[in-house]
Nanobody, 126 residues
Framework: QVQLVESGGGLVQAGDSLRLSCAASGRSFSGYAMGWFRQAPGKEREFVAAINWSGRRTVYADSVKGRFRTSIDNAENTVYLQMNSLQPEDTAVYYC???????????????????WGQGTQVTVSS
């Protein structure tokens, strides 16, 4: 079965960096988009970033552009989210997700991906 396992979360101070990892297994992810979403207490899950499996295309939420970068290591079946200049408003549970892009090869920003990880907590103190 498909497994997405996030790691790398933690408690940091404002201005610090963290790198999240998502180890994907259980099927071929060719043709899939790998997304990062986050959910803060009392808020809806929101899109952060996504990358297609080939690594050639990325999409970012406006709130993280220029600070976050997603990348992929196809050999290791691992997706990364490098987060720089973290702010308290970045505090949330971060989820890795996978979605079949379909015939149009569209990277979705909606939180209705096919497969989800369990999430990893990121807390940024001021």
């Amino acid at each position: 079965q498909v497994q997405l396992v996030e790691s790398g979360g933690g408690l940091v101070q404002a201005g610090d960096s963290l790198r999240l990892s998502c180890a994907a297994s259980g099927r071929s992810f060719s043709g899939y988009a790998m997304g990062w979403f986050r959910q803060a207490p009392g808020k809806e899950r929101e899109f952060v970033a996504a990358i297609n499996w080939s690594g050639r295309r990325t999409v970012y939420a406006d709130s993280v552009k220029g600070r976050f970068r997603t990348s992929i290591d196809n050999a290791e079946n691992t997706v990364y989210l490098q987060m720089n200049s973290l702010q308290p408003e970045d505090t949330a549970v971060y989820y890795c997700a996978a979605e079949n892009m379909g015939p149009w090869n569209t990277i979705s920003t909606r939180p209705d991906y096919d497969f989800w990880g369990q999430g990893t907590q990121v807390t940024v103190s001021s």
